[in-house]
């Protein structure tokens, strides 16, 4: 249920705060009161992720040795073909690419790609990527969101020698549209929550290399370990998939867009911007609608958990 249907007592007074606020003088013409992301701050490009894909620069992020590590990248040189290696001082395999069809079919944007190695690699092992010729040129693995061709990237192989972990069961997986309240976060006033449990089945997943692979408005994002569950905001549904390191993919849990809880709480920075900084007291009621939701959301989330046991 939505927090704004809720019925709760401070419902009337959060009514009336929104009323309030809404009555607050702006600046200039009327503004739009939920303007598109893309007016407020744009979206954020996917291949920021690559900070925490296992071929990062300053990632520590060992891998099974029948991974398929991931990363974002573009192809800018459709004609030229792959002639990529991976190598250590014991071992040396050739790698492809998954993903560089429709890379280079849609040019114009990054897409999810995956080493795809010849055999499984060495166990306890760092290995460098080597590529002598590749159509497709990535950014971010070393903080820089300059694209460059893949090329000595580093990756590096779990001391076991066991394989990758199966996806975990997603029931309990949900998201919901935030506004955030701790920071007025320059131009970045939403965000989607993806949500689930701390259960030692996910957090072993994550751990393992897996990810939560979300689709939603046309683009790709990931949950991963050490990132956070907090993305770009967005229109529509969500699909959510988990994905393991070896590219097993569990199935898929579609999340309807009348699914997915807004937040409709307006934050201190929205408001100051607004010209009605006087009028930051209004909120208190909104604040305490929030704890309440979140008091109970959690409540109900302790209590699936402890059916499924």
Known sequence: ????????????????????????????????????IEEICGRKSTAFQNLYSPLAVLAERRVPIDARPWFFGRCERPTEAVEC???SEADA?????????????AQERDHLLH????????PDTTYTLKCAGSPISAAWFDGSDVPRPLDMLR???KESAAASLPPPDLAF???????????CCGDDPLYLEVEYPSDPEIDAFLADGG???VLYDGDLWLVVAGSLNHLPWGEGGVVVTA??????RGPRLVIPAEEIDEERILIPCRIAASGGGFALWLLAPLLGLRLATRRRRRAATRGAQEGRR
């Open 243 to 248: 994905v393991a390191a070896d590219g097993v």
């Open 155 to 157: 990756l590096a192989t």
């Open 1 to 36: 249920m939505s927090p704004l249907r809720s019925r709760t007592s401070l419902a009337p007074l959060a009514g009336l705060a929104l009323a309030l606020v809404g009555l607050l003088p702006t600046r200039g013409a009327a503004a739009d009161p939920n303007p598109p």
């Open 115 to 122: 080493l795809l190695p010849e055999r499984p690699l060495l």
């Open 85 to 87: 290696v991976l190598e």
């Open 173 to 183: 997986v949900h998201a919901h549209l935030r506004r955030r309240d701790d920071t």
């Open 93 to 105: 395999l050739a790698v492809g690419i998954h993903g560089i069809e429709e890379a280079c079919v």
């Open 211 to 213: 990810s939560l692979e």
